[in-house]
C-alpha cells in the first residue's frame, strides 16, 4: 500500500537514499541540457566569426584589379 502513496520528494524528506538519487538525477538532467545548450551557442558563435571572415575576405577580394599581368 505505501507504493501507492507519494514519493519522498513529494513528501519534502531529505534523508532517504531514494530522495538522494532523484536530486542527482534531476541535476545530471539539468547538466546535460546545459551542455547541449552551450553547444548550440558554441556553434552559433562559430558561424558568427566564420562569416565575419568570409566578407572580409570577400572585400579584400573585391579590392584586386580583374585579369592578371601578363608575365614574359
Do not use: H, K
Not at 513528501?11 to 548550440?40: E, H, S, Y
Amino acid at each position: 500500500m505505501n507504493l501507492l502513496l507519494a514519493c519522498a520528494v513529494c513528501f519534502g524528506d531529505a534523508g532517504p537514499q531514494q530522495t538522494q538519487a532523484q536530486n542527482a538525477g534531476i541535476f545530471v538532467l539539468l547538466g546535460v541540457t546545459g551542455v547541449v545548450l552551450g553547444g548550440f551557442v558554441a556553434m552559433s558563435f562559430c558561424f558568427w566569426r566564420r562569416a565575419r571572415r568570409y566578407q572580409a575576405a570577400q572585400e579584400i577580394i573585391s579590392q584586386i584589379p580583374e585579369g592578371l599581368p601578363d608575365i614574359g
